[in-house]
């Protein structure tokens, strides 16, 4: 299980969504409004189907409001 955290200044609608590093989404984990503060998203290496992904290299990008931010992340199994 990994854990993505996060601090969101002010209520706004959030999506977080993984993607491998050819761009193609994985999961969206979630996507919702959101009140401000410490936020931990967990996934549990799972894809959008439920099936299990490699170890990797993997992109994720988190979207609240005008903010946008994409970050790099290693799966290890």
Do not use: C
Not at 4 to 31: H, K, S
Not at 32 to 42: L, P, Y
Not at 59 to 74: C, D, P, S
């Amino acid at each position: 299980m990994t854990s993505l955290r996060y601090d969101l200044p002010e209520q706004a609608q959030v999506i977080l969504t993984v993607y491998d590093l050819m761009g193609r989404e994985v999961i969206q984990l979630t996507n919702t409004i959101q009140e401000a503060g410490f936020r931990s998203v967990k996934w549990n290496a799972t894809d959008m189907h439920g099936k299990p992904v490699s170890a990797g290299v993997y992109l994720y990008q988190i979207r609240a409001g005008e903010f946008v931010q994409t970050r790099k992340m290693v799966l290890l199994k």
